[in-house]
């Protein structure tokens, strides 16, 4: 094809010591034809999640240099957890802009935001009957729901049922650069996905503002998500158990603001733009080139 002609094409003038090749992406298809130039393997997902055969994947790892996942959940599902050259390099955010940061953690009338893809593993139909739980005790709360997708008109009858229309307010897409401003403009964030998140950039994004979240106990938010430290933690699926950390955090003002400021610190620290080049520098680094 054209784009293997431009690719060959490309190695012979850049002659690169190292390839580095990410599962979701078409290179996968070109693997076997780049020659035997190191390969660095990137898993953002577990098998099942790519719309390859699976005997490619596996091949692709197989002949791998390295494999790095963007969780040990990830890699436990994606590779043996006895494969040596397997290892975790968490995804890495650029800081938002220092306005976001700044704005204050009291916000009046209280407001949870609900942000990503509207599907079903998202989980929001579930922060929907949590907020109506929570409305019993904070009535003058309001919940936000930003994005796009096909359940979108599921959760607006959802919410039409349980919620009184002055407590929610759906956003529809929201544009990278909008949402620090949105985070920032929220109390705390729930994330009560129901299918194992490979990584959880939500949850990342709202540490850097400051702000904790609420999130299912479930694929890789463990490992952004410290609970009782950075966040709450809550058993996938449980309505009762996210109402009553969202409960808590409206309850106690000072614990909410302790969380934003622990889990700002936390995701600065591990999983900055610069924290992932240097994992990645070091499993470079690793390759025998010879």
């Known amino acids: 094809s054209a784009a293997l002609v431009r690719l060959k094409s490309l190695l012979s003038k850049f002659k690169p010591e190292v390839i ?11 693997h076997r034809f780049i020659g035997d130039i190191p390969t660095v393997v990137t898993v953002h997902a577990p098998p099942s999640f790519y719309a390859v055969p699976q005997s490619m994947l596996e091949t692709l790892w197989h002949d791998a240099a390295a494999i790095t996942c963007v969780s040990e959940a990830t890699r436990q599902a994606a590779c043996p957890t ?16 220092p306005f976001a940061t700044s704005m204050k953690a009291d916000i009046t009338p209280p407001a ?29 709360a309001v919940l936000h729901l930003a994005g796009t997708g096909p359940a979108r008109r599921d959760l607006e009858t959802l919410a039409d049922e349980l919620l009184p229309v002055q407590n929610y307010q759906f956003h529809g897409p929201i544009e990278p650069d909008q949402v620090p401003a949105l985070i920032a403009q929220s109390s705390f964030v729930f994330m009560p996905s129901t299918w194992a998140e490979p990584f959880g950039l939500v949850a990342v994004q709202t540490g850097q503002v400051g702000r904790p979240i609420v999130a ?57 733009l610069s924290a992932c080049a240097s994992a990645y520098d070091e499993v470079y680094a690793q390759i025998d080139r010879s």
Request: hydrophobic share 40%; aromatic share 4%.
């Open 20 to 30: 580095h090749l990410h599962s979701s992406n078409p290179s996968i298809w070109y």
């Open 82 to 97: 006895s494969d040596s050259k397997s290892c975790v390099v968490h995804n890495g955010l650029r800081s938002p802009p």
């Open 112 to 140: 949870i935001l609900c942000l990503g893809r509207l599907v079903p593993e998202k989980g929001f139909d579930i922060a929907i009957r949590a907020f109506s739980i929570m409305l019993r005790t904070h009535p003058s």
């Open 216 to 272: 299912s106990h479930i694929g890789g938010l463990p490992e952004i998500v410290q609970n009782g430290v950075t966040g709450l933690l809550v058993p996938p699926g449980d309505v009762k158990a996210l109402a009553a950390a969202g409960n808590r955090l409206l309850d106690q003002a000072e614990l909410c603001r302790s969380l934003g400021t622990a889990a700002q610190a936390h995701v600065n620290r591990c999983f900055s």
